[in-house]
């Protein structure tokens, strides 16, 4: 099974999720997309009731940032990561300009697919997926700086729009991702807490997992 990385950031580096309603769309957006069926703009399944789904990809981790977003699929179809990825994007696109009065291209360019070929890089992508958020609050963590490790924890456990909770045993989205792959690596919440502890408190580990785009 190969696993991939993708990314995409919206033209311009543009915010893309501007309120709350817009962060569920995106996220409601990787279940209802994740079909080979077609779904209409509403979310609706076209003449086919929703046992009948064909998902595209499995989705082990997810990041939804404020001006780009952080996947680490596997496919499922061939040719699915593709479909999956071009119904994401065309769909939130044609929502966001709807519900802004806007024209025009949201993402920049087509999205980054890397694949996931290395184990230390299988190791630490789901960390870096995770701790992207803390570029809101707690940007030191990726020169291993953070001092006050209780504002880091604080603040990603508060940040509903990744698979962060659902590893560490909180449902946020259970039915977006699949937690198999990625359990056993990832481990009980405690050993989560002490790994992410250690990266945005040294330099090495921080720098290691923070360029992993």
């Known amino acids: ?53 064909a ?58 697919k890397i694949l996931i070929n290395r184990d230390a890089h299988f190791l630490h992508i789901p960390y870096y997926i ?12 990726r020169a291993g700086k953070v001092k006050n490790i209780s504002r880091v924890f604080d603040y990603l456990n508060t940040y509903r729009w990744s698979s962060y909770l659902d590893y560490s045993g909180v449902k946020n989205f259970p039915s977006i991702i699949d937690q198999d792959l990625l359990s056993d690596t990832l481990g009980s919440a405690a050993k989560q807490r002490q790994v992410i502890k250690d990266i945005v408190t040294h330099a090495e580990l921080a720098a290691r997992a923070s360029k992993l785009e």
Not at 9 to 30: M, P, Q, S, Y
Request: hydrophobic share 40%; charged share 25%; aromatic share 12%.
């Open 1 to 53: 099974m190969e696993i991939y990385h993708l990314l995409n950031r919206g033209v311009e580096k543009r915010n893309v999720v501007l309120d709350e309603a817009d962060h569920i769309r995106f996220v409601h957006d990787l279940y209802a997309f994740n079909d080979r069926n077609d779904v209409d703009p509403n979310h609706r399944f076209r003449n086919l009731p929703v046992s009948n789904r």
């Open 55 to 112: 998902p595209l990809v499995e989705l082990h981790a997810f990041c939804l940032m404020p001006n780009h977003y952080h996947l680490l699929v596997s496919e499922l179809q061939e040719g699915g990561i593709s479909l999956f990825m071009r119904k994401l994007n065309m769909g939130y696109a044609k929502y966001f300009n709807e519900k802004y009065d806007r024209a025009g291209v949201l993402w920049q360019g087509t999205f980054r």
């Open 130 to 141: 995770h701790l992207n958020p803390l570029d809101l609050a707690v940007p030191e963590w």
